[in-house]
């Protein structure tokens, strides 16, 4: 069974002050990790998919890496409009179904 | 550029009632997904359906029947609804079984 930890739960920074969220996880055969945001009552937002451990992906200030045994997503400097629960899942061997972690919820504070 | 439409967005039901969650989406997927979200439990999948024509159970599939009534449509009903079916309820659509999933904006479903 495909298992996905995120952590920390929750992380408050401040603005510019850079960090890493971490999501470890466990499948047999892994065939895609992915990284989404998701903003309050709002539904996830796909951020970055990694396939293969070295895999390295940006998007403005946030950076996702790829290990055999985890993810993870660098923030460098970031803004308050980063603030968001950043959510991983992974699809494994001949599934089609993603497992999710429980998301790590990130605030910046101005 | 519509993507995944889910509709209602806010729903309150009475124990017992029945209901119909719709969802669409207009980008040619051919995977969809029902999740619900509960605070602490993350995202569970309820039914995907791989491809127009198929179905199958998720992680939390009782209580809940879906059709997948084309390549665009893949509606969720509650047959009897439950309190310990109050969540949030996300749609979500890929191209194929590899790819990312896009999502819905969410119905947000009270059961009391």
């Known amino acids: 069974e495909d298992q996905v930890t995120q952590s920390p739960e929750a992380l408050r920074l401040q603005e510019g002050e850079s960090s890493s969220l971490n999501c470890s996880y466990t499948?047999?055969?892994?065939?895609?990790l992915f990284w989404y945001r998701q903003d309050p009552g709002k539904g996830p937002e796909f951020l970055f998919t990694l396939y293969s451990a070295g895999e390295e992906k940006e998007k403005e200030r946030l950076k996702a890496t790829l290990t055999k045994k985890e993810s993870f997503l660098h923030i460098t400097a970031p803004k308050p409009e980063d603030s968001a629960t950043y959510l991983c899942a992974v699809k494994s061997g001949g599934s089609y179904i993603p497992t999710f972690g429980r998301g790590t919820s990130l605030i910046v504070h101005p | 550029n519509a993507g995944v439409t889910q509709t209602p967005k806010f729903q309150v039901l009475k124990t017992g009632q029945s209901m119909t969650l719709q969802c669409a989406q207009d980008m040619n997927h051919n995977s969809m997904y029902w999740y619900r979200q509960d605070p602490g439990m993350g995202l569970r999948l309820i039914y995907y359906s791989a491809s127009e024509g198929t179905t199958d159970k998720g992680e939390v599939p009782n209580g809940y029947n879906v059709s997948r009534l084309n390549k665009r449509e893949f509606s969720l009903r509650l047959e009897s609804a439950a309190p310990s079916q109050t969540s949030v309820y996300f749609c979500?659509?890929?191209?194929?079984?590899?790819?990312?999933?896009?999502f819905g904006q969410g119905t947000r479903l009270t059961v009391v």
């Open positions: 499948v047999s055969g892994l065939r895609g």
């Open positions: 979500a659509s890929s191209s194929t079984g590899d790819t990312e999933a896009f």
